[in-house]
Each structure stands twice: as C-alpha cells, then as structure tokens.
C-alpha cells in the first residue's frame, strides 16, 4: 500500500470539506435573505461535493484497512494519516453545525408562512391577482 496516495486521498477529503463548508456558509446566508431558489442550486452543487466525498470515504476504508496490517507503515505515517483526519473530523462537526443552523432557520421562514396562510385563511379575505406586475388589484378590477 502506498502511503502517499492515502494522504492525497485524505487531502482530497479536506479540500472537498473545505468547499462543502463554504457552501454552507453561503446557504445560511441566502436562507437569511429568504433566497429558496438560489439555496436549491447549492444543495445540487452540494450533493455533488457528497457523491465524490462518499467514494473517497469507500476507497479509505478499504485502504486503511489494508494498512493495519502493512508492516512497511510507519508510526510517523500513522501520525500523519491521524492528523489529517482529526482535521476533517474537526471540518465535518463545522458543517454539522451549520446544517444545524440552517435548518433552525428554514424551519422558522416555514412557521412564518404557515401564519400568514393561517392568517389569511381567518381573514375570509379575497386573494388578489394582478393582471400585470405594475397593476393594482384595484386597477385590474374595473
């Protein structure tokens, strides 16, 4: 087993973690300015980032299950493997709590939407339709 290409597989993961967190960052934000439709391109650039880093995980397992028995694996290499992967550990709680944030956050926009139906369903109030963006309900009436 070469051990170069563990740590590269390893680094792989870090760098996919690395953007994976920058965008969730950046759908907490979109979620805070209410954005669903640009957030729905992030989940799909974000399940991409989850397909590579799900067969990355795969080819590890197989390769450092491997290892544990290669007697050419030096402890200062296990020491490297281990560091690398406290910080993707140290990465992946990142997102978790964000995710944890995030989620928080879509559930308070869908309460507010589910008042304000609520709301408007009490309210026995017609909904208006405008005709044109830049008509009133009014104006379109008659």
Not at 31 to 42: K, P, T, W
Not at 96 to 108: F, K, P
């Amino acid at each position: 087993m070469d051990s170069t290409q563990i740590l590269k597989a390893l680094e792989r993961e870090r760098t996919l973690l690395e953007g994976f967190i920058c965008l969730s960052q950046e759908q907490l934000l979109l979620l805070e300015d209410e954005n669903i439709d640009a957030v729905d391109s992030l989940l799909e650039k974000r399940a991409d980032l989850m397909m590579e880093l799900t067969a990355i995980e795969a080819t590890l397992g197989t390769w450092i299950a491997q290892i544990r028995t290669d007697r050419a694996i030096t402890p200062q290499m296990v020491r490297e493997f281990r560091d690398v992967n406290d910080e993707i550990v140290c990465m992946a709680n990142h997102i978790m709590e964000i995710d944890d944030q995030t989620h928080a956050r879509l559930d308070m926009i869908r309460e507010r939407a589910t008042r304000k139906q609520e709301n408007w369903h009490r309210s026995g109030q017609p909904l208006h339709l405008c005709l044109s963006p830049w008509e009133s309900p009014r104006r379109s009436r008659g």
